[in-house]
């Protein structure tokens, strides 16, 4: 079984920075790629940003600029750093791992999601 559990959440004044953690633990072979998502109230989830095993990253095109997404790979831990935030950056962020077992199974796992409210 394969747990990812979420920190760093909060409550922060438009303008400043969270830096959100995120640890895979259990039984990993390999993870292919770590990502977060987020949603907020009464719309749909959607990706943030997301970085593979290979270190290439993708972000959406509301955080470019403002949110990176780095990962450690010893700890199987990705982080996001979140500058600038705005109100509109207000939501619950999950996050994603794809990942394959010592089974040889590939699968998507989630974490339980950690709130972040942007407000003054």
């Known amino acids: 079984q394969v747990q990812l559990v979420e920190s760093g959440g909060g409550l922060v004044q438009p303008g400043g920075s969270l830096r959100l953690s995120c640890a895979a633990s259990g039984s990993i072979l390999s993870i292919n790629a770590m990502g977060w998502y987020r949603q907020a109230p009464g719309k749909q989830r959607e990706l943030v940003a997301v970085i593979t095993s290979g270190d290439s990253t993708n972000y959406a095109d509301s955080v470019k600029g403002r949110f990176t997404i780095s990962r450690h790979n010893v700890k199987s831990t990705v982080y996001l750093q979140m500058n600038s935030l705005k109100p509109e950056d207000t939501a619950v962020y999950y996050c994603?791992?794809?990942?394959?077992?010592?089974?040889?199974?590939?699968?998507?796992?989630w974490g339980q999601g950690t709130l972040v409210t942007v407000s003054s």
């Open positions: 994603n791992a794809e990942l394959m077992t010592p089974t040889y199974r590939n699968v998507e796992v």
